[in-house]
């Protein structure tokens, strides 16, 4: 299993090679060194996570404010694909209604990293259900 990613590495020369060289994009390797919406919102209204077929494991807060969502963020045990990914999707669902964050699917993620290699692939898509797993939970909520 992949260890938990918390910080981004100080000698980013290395890293962006190496990712390069395996098929990521530089928006994706941007998002996985700069990690901007790493972390836990302490007092979220959503809240899930998720282990995938790779045994990678994904948390998702998100905080709402006027049925949109002001703020999500992930907590991530996987690789470079699933960090890049989960990212990609806080900046594709923040100031968006449910029903946008809802639509979310493996394809709009992908069209924003522009490039990872095929064997990740199945990392956009754990970032994607760790999201919808949380929608789901909030909507039986807000129904009871
Ligand atoms: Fe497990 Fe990428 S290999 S999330």
């Known amino acids: 299993m992949t260890q938990i990613q918390t910080a981004a590495p100080?000698?980013?020369?290395?890293?962006?090679?190496m990712?390069?060289?395996?098929?990521?994009?530089?928006k994706a390797i941007d998002?996985?060194?700069s990690k901007p919406?790493?972390?836990?919102?302490?007092?979220?209204?959503i809240a899930s996570e998720m282990t995938g077929s790779c045994g990678d494991t994904m948390g998702i807060t998100i905080k709402m404010?006027?049925?949109l969502v002001s703020d999500a963020?992930?907590?991530?045990?996987?690789?470079?694909?699933a960090i890049s990914a989960a990212m990609a999707v806080v900046d594709l669902i923040k100031g968006k209604d449910l029903d946008y964050a809802r639509s979310i699917n493996d394809g709009t993620?992908?069209?924003v990293l522009e490039e990872i290699p095929v064997k990740k692939?199945?990392?956009i898509q754990l970032a994607v259900k760790t999201l919808q797993k949380a929608l789901d939970a909030y909507q039986l909520r807000q129904s009871a």
């Open 10 to 17: 100080t000698d980013t020369r290395g890293v962006r090679e």
């Open 73 to 81: 963020k992930y907590q991530v045990m996987g690789c470079a694909g």
């Open 65 to 67: 404010e006027n049925g």
């Open 121 to 123: 692939h199945h990392c």
């Open 19 to 26: 990712l390069t060289a395996s098929g990521y994009s530089k």
């Open 109 to 111: 993620v992908f069209q």
């Open 37 to 45: 919406h790493m972390g836990q919102i302490p007092d979220a209204d």
């Open 31 to 33: 998002y996985y060194i």
